[in-house]
């Protein structure tokens, strides 16, 4: 069948990963196709405008891609959102790869959350969490359903076990309150010249930790059933509002006006409040 | 003036920290005296059972002792609370002292908490932190207020630059989730026999850090003034219920009768339970 050129070209920009390796390119990809074919009964097509889905910087030095899809109404998903950055940096090139998924006040569980910060070919920054949508401190039954009875904690520990693998602390510390106890927040730093050991961590950890964490998502999360009252839903609402306004702000609302320039990044960042329906807030 | 020999011996039995090192006990009482200093106006005198103030196993390797002053109603404090364990154990001995301090639903400000876990002459673990008692998520102004103003970040990383400290993740997740973006959890090693260097680094850094947050706590949390309604104070009294019946249950449910027996932990438990109102809960 004949395929929209134009929509077509998009969505490959999007999936092409241009700038990282095969083997980062291929796990985004796979991660991706995974979400995208489990919940696509939920998700309506990438409708960001064409200078959105790809943008770069007047210097082409700094290229970068968004992919959003929103959930229909009503249904569990508010919106999926992948993106990668490249940035040719005075210390070497920066790619920025992430996934995340924010889910719909008829459910109360967690989002899903994965970024790769590559900073060198010998430096990764690893991040992977289901951020929890409620006050765990006085929902334990939440914790327990969501974090104790997933074993989320046994990702966690095998990376910690890797020599080349240190803790990472956000420098914001209202990210470090809306992770989850169980969060993945790793830096990898591999010798100077050992791109061969990044790659095996990557494969052999960083990969198949994303997809199994991934899959508890889509299992239980996602697609697990949850009964909401209205007043649930209200509540809900209002923390998500104040978690995506908060966390756009501080995670884009800085870097991309320094990467991109003021135009670029106020044209990308209000697409994105467009479709997190967080203006106003 | 001529004191009451049998409370003046209690408060010694406390004070002393017969256990820890000269340097340990020092720090403790420090901290004590300038604690209760400050909030002796709103305290009322530690009232717990003999039985309780000073406690052991039968077969006599393990030692504890628990002080608990309530705060006078209505007042800012809902009490404070320090202890000491010493147990030998087939590893070694084993030294925990702690002090901690919850306040009342007339304000909102966060707790405090500090605990030394030493497992050998060789290795401690540091638990220092102003849990805070509202969800930081949807209150980003009072992140700001007791966590940014008050720059409790730069002792975290004072501590996080010295080589022999390595961050330290609770076991329980309900605990991880309890404490704050700026809580430091540090597990410090020396080399086997660098006894001295323990010293050094608790003298210099440990000691210095306490001593500096607790005055923090005290200046902005305890005696800070906080605008309350009604519908605040029956919120923080329920989350703070809720807190306090928890921890209490990861912290000393599962460790105290093992070290001291049922009956003795029963007791203490049941103390420690009968003062921070928790039963029933």
């Not at 951020?131 to 974090?147: A, E, G, N």
């Not at 909401?228 to 809900?236: P, Q, S, T, V």
């Amino acid at each position: 069948p004949q395929m929209d050129p134009q929509i077509e070209g998009n969505r490959n920009r999007f999936m092409d990963f241009p700038y990282v390796s095969g083997l980062y390119r291929d796990l985004m990809v796979e991660l991706v196709l995974t979400m995208e074919s489990r919940l696509e009964p939920y998700l309506l097509p990438c409708t960001l405008p064409q200078d959105v889905q790809y943008y770069h910087n007047d210097a082409r030095t700094a290229h970068g891609s968004l992919h959003i899809r929103s959930g229909i109404k009503p249904s569990p998903i508010d919106f999926v959102l992948g993106s990668w950055l490249h940035c040719e940096l005075p210390s070497g090139a920066l790619n920025i790869t992430s996934l995340s998924a924010y889910l719909s006040p008829l459910t109360d569980a967690p989002n899903f959350l994965m970024e790769l910060i590559q900073s060198s070919p010998t430096s990764l920054v690893f991040i992977l969490d289901l951020p929890p949508r409620k006050d765990l401190v006085i929902h334990s039954d939440y914790l327990k359903t969501f974090y104790e009875d997933t074993q989320l904690e046994r990702h966690r520990q095998l990376l910690e076990k890797i020599p080349e693998v240190r803790p990472y602390s956000s420098s914001s510390l209202y990210i470090r309150c809306v992770i989850s106890p169980t969060a993945i927040l790793v830096c990898i730093e591999t010798e100077a010249g050992k791109t061969d050991r990044m790659e095996e961590i990557v494969r052999d950890y960083v990969s198949a930790v994303a997809k199994e964490v991934l899959g508890v998502w889509l299992d239980r999360c996602a697609c697990g059933e949850r009964e909401m009252g209205e007043a649930d839903r209200i509540y809900l609402a209002k923390r998500d509002g104040i978690i995506k306004k908060e966390t756009l702000q501080i995670d884009l609302g800085s870097s991309l006006p320094r990467l991109f320039g003021q135009e670029v990044a106020g044209r990308v960042l209000e697409a994105i409040q467009e479709v997190s329906h967080t203006r106003g807030i």
